[in-house]
């Protein structure tokens, strides 16, 4: 049998170009931190400038030194998305490892968690940060958030056709919606979406209890589904119906598809109504708060004194609301430590840890559509053992799917579940206990940060060591960018000339 394989050499020049390109992006967006330090006057802003410059020189320097590159190949294109988040937390974490005594290995992670709005902390203590730190940490979770379509429209004139490949990296699933024939154009609108729904956001919170600056800071956690807070209690610190409700829609915004927004600020409201996935995901998050509200009112595990207890009933439906709002869009905000509810309400939190938002948003987990891809497969097999000869095909929106969506959502599947599962015993081997390292896991690869037992809403990643924190930054990565699209590297035949 013959092999197909490309015999032009593979070059590692158009990926350093890209690298260096994207550099320069992250060294300006520093800019912005810079402008907000130098109006609070804490002191960072002598880290903020160094690091600046730093990012700038290197990516300017090795952006001369490339801009001669040829054309991104399909392998480059792969190879140019995952080191992307990698140089980006390289350089992310400078801000933090020159203003802190923090090491590089935690400056790291914590710059990995905004690229990748995993929201995950090894910070004991928020509030001593300066607010030039803060603000960088909390920007982090807005660039990373649709910062793939950015770097998609970048790439674009360079990738050719592989162009698609990268759109599919950032918004995920066997179906995706381009509201333009071109997708460098459908990347550009629904980033303008994604900022006209945060300035909604910012709007609405800063006419609350909030000042601008923390305002802004939870907008950028809200809509990238990241949680990244300015508080040590998170969005509780607050203590305000107001801003938890504001959080709460716009959580639900973040998760949905933003093609559906598009639409939707067009007055093309029907839209929402009609997808299918958006039907299925609006179902899953009912029917979770639906059950834990039950599971409140008609257990005798609540009818204790304790204060968490007491706070969920005095405000039950805003506060397991919110709690599964936030776990099902891979937000990760916390308002109530869910530790303390019965292990039937942690158990289905956790479940909602693996779904994720919808294809298309910034939420992280397996995505809706999916698991209702997947339920359907599966209902099709138990009717074709039972029809055998019978034509079944699968249908979605009323259109069939191909052969390739599903062999990508089993391949997908499949991967995901080995690497939740190794990962997860890896971490065992660290002498961790089970439920730690089982939420853990899929905090890291669902990009969602709180979990339960040692890293629950109350506790952060602090006392893992400096292997396990490297590790989990690469999960986190695998999380964003959908698994496959790092994985394929790791193919002997990537590499292959």
């Not at 004991?124 to 300066?130: D, G, R, S």
């Not at 550009?188 to 609405?204: C, D, G, Q, R, T």
């Not at 969920?312 to 919110?322: C, D, G, H, M």
């Not at 959502?409 to 991967?415: D, G, I, N, Y």
Request: proline share 3%; glycine share 8%; charged share 10%.
């Amino acid at each position: 049998m013959s092999k197909h394989y490309s015999t032009k050499r593979f070059s590692l020049i158009p990926t350093l170009n890209v690298l260096a390109a994207l550099t320069l992006f992250i060294g300006l967006s520093m800019g912005v931190s810079l402008l907000v330090s130098l109006a609070y006057g804490d002191g960072d802003s002598t880290a903020l400038f160094q690091a600046m410059i730093i990012t700038l020189v290197i990516g300017g320097l090795g952006y001369l030194v490339t801009r001669h590159s040829h054309v991104l190949a399909p392998r480059q294109v792969f190879l140019s998305v995952s080191l992307s988040w990698v140089s980006a937390s390289l350089f992310g974490a400078l801000p933090m490892y020159f203003a802190t005594d923090l090491s590089y290995v935690d400056c790291f992670f914590e710059a990995m968690s905004g690229f990748t709005t995993t929201g995950a902390s090894i910070l004991t203590n928020i509030e001593t940060l300066p607010h030039g730190i803060l603000f960088w940490r909390s920007f982090t979770h807005w660039l990373g958030g649709m910062g793939i379509i950015v770097f998609t429209v970048t790439v674009m004139p360079l990738a050719g056709k592989s162009g698609t490949l990268l759109f599919a990296a950032e918004a995920p699933g066997p179906v995706s919606d381009k509201i333009t024939p071109r997708i460098s154009e459908t990347a550009k609108l629904l980033y303008l979406v994604y900022a006209i729904i945060s300035v909604a956001e910012f709007i609405l919170l800063w006419i609350g209890p909030m000042d601008w600056f923390d305002s802004a800071c939870h907008t950028f956690g809200t809509m990238a589904t990241g949680g990244f807070s300015t508080k040590n209690a998170s969005v509780a610190y607050f203590q305000s119906a107001y801003v938890e409700w504001v959080i709460i829609v716009f959580m639900i915004l973040a998760g949905t598809n933003f093609s559906l927004h598009y639409f939707g600020l067009q007055g093309k409201l029907m839209r929402y109504l009609k997808s299918r996935e958006w039907q299925f995901w609006m179902s899953i998050l009912g029917m979770a708060i639906i059950v834990i509200l039950l599971d409140l009112y008609f257990s005798p595990f609540y009818h204790s004194d304790t204060g968490a207890i007491q706070a969920l009933k005095a405000e039950p439906i805003r506060q397991v609301a919110f709690q599964v709002v936030s776990m099902l869009t891979t937000t990760g905000f916390a308002t109530a430590d869910f530790e303390q509810w019965s292990y039937y309400a942690q158990f289905a939190l956790f479940g909602l840890m693996f779904v994720g938002g919808m294809a298309g948003s910034t939420g992280g987990g397996i995505k809706a559509i999916r698991i209702l891809l997947f339920t359907k497969m599966a209902i099709t097999e138990l009717r074709r053992m039972i029809h055998p000869r019978a034509f079944l095909p699968i249908k979605l929106q009323n259109q069939f799917v191909d052969d390739d969506a599903i062999r990508n959502t089993t391949t997908f599947l499949l991967f995901f579940m080995v690497i939740f599962v190794g990962f997860a015993f890896f971490l065992t081997a660290f002498g961790h206990d089970l439920v730690t390292s089982a939420t853990a896991a899929v905090s890291m690869l669902c990009n969602i940060g709180p979990g339960l037992a040692d890293v629950g809403p109350t506790d952060n990643y602090s006392f893992f060591s400096d292997v396990e924190k490297w590790s989990m930054a690469f999960v986190m990565m695998l999380g964003r960018l959908e698994v496959l699209t790092v994985v394929v590297l790791f193919n002997r035949h990537f590499w292959r000339p």
